[in-house]
C-alpha cells in the first residue's frame, strides 16, 4: 500500500497544529485543565488520548511545566473506575484479536 506524501505532510501538519493548540490551552488553564474530568464520563485530557492512542497527546500532557503531578494525573479514574493505563491496556487487549 503506497502512502501519499501529500497524506503525511497533511497528517504532520494537523499534529503541529493540535500540539500547538494543547500548548496554548494548557497555558492559559494549567494544572486546572489536566485534572478537569468531563460530566459524561469523568474522563480527563489524559483519558481521552490515551483511547485514542494519541501517545504524542499523552507524552505533552504529562510534559507540561503545568503537571506538577504527573503520578496524581495517572491515577485518576474514571467514572467506570479506571486509569487512562488501564484505558491503553484495553485497547492492547482488543487489538490482539485483530492482529495475527
Not at 13 to 41: H, N, P, R
Not at 58 to 64: G, M, R, V
Request: net charge negative.
Amino acid at each position: 500500500m503506497d502512502i501519499d506524501a501529500g497524506d503525511t505532510e497533511a497528517s504532520q501538519f494537523d499534529a503541529a497544529i493540535d500540539l500547538a493548540l494543547i500548548a496554548y490551552v494548557l497555558s492559559v488553564k494549567g494544572d486546572t485543565l489536566l485534572t478537569l474530568q468531563d460530566e459524561a464520563y469523568g474522563n480527563t485530557p489524559l483519558h481521552v488520548a490515551c483511547a485514542n492512542g494519541s501517545t504524542l497527546f499523552a507524552k505533552t500532557l504529562l510534559t507540561s511545566p503545568h503537571c506538577s503531578d504527573a503520578s496524581k494525573l495517572l491515577g485518576l479514574k474514571n467514572l467506570v473506575d479506571k486509569t487512562a493505563k488501564e484505558i491503553v491496556c484495553d485497547l492492547i487487549t482488543k487489538m490482539e484479536g485483530y492482529v495475527d
